[in-house]
């Protein structure tokens, strides 16, 4: 499976972004995709998952009620719509897949080249 996302961009507080996550090759050998995040001088964290199959999700609390993942199976795409962005949000945004759906990041692979949010205060 190769990921390609894309979406990241320069946005200011309060603003939206939706990041796209396009998954080719045996999408469907794997249980679930992810999106983590990484900021300067920090460690990757987990941010959004969803199941391919039945579209059960999860969300990391500091994204709970601003964020939400969606996956179109028919484009073998996921989706991360990111709502009332704030400059702690800004971060590079990765896709990746798992069979084992955890909130961590070494149970992921492969994964995405990662695309740039930069939320402006």
């Known amino acids: 499976v190769q990921l390609q996302a894309s979406g990241g961009g320069l946005v200011q507080a309060g603003d939206s972004l939706r990041l796209s996550c396009a998954a080719s090759?045996?999408?469907?050998?794997?249980?679930?995709m992810g999106w983590f995040r990484q900021a300067p001088g920090k460690e990757r964290e987990f941010v959004a998952a969803i199941t391919w199959s039945v579209g059960s999700t999860h969300y990391s609390d500091s994204v709970k009620a601003r964020f939400t993942i969606s996956r179109d199976n028919a484009k073998n795409t996921v989706y991360l719509q990111m709502n009332s962005l704030r400059p702690e949000d800004t971060a590079v945004y990765y896709c990746a897949a798992t069979n084992h759906l955890t909130y961590y990041s070494t149970s992921y692979y492969p994964w995405g080249q990662g695309t740039q949010v930069t939320v402006s205060s």
């Open positions: 090759g045996r999408t469907f050998s794997y249980y679930a």
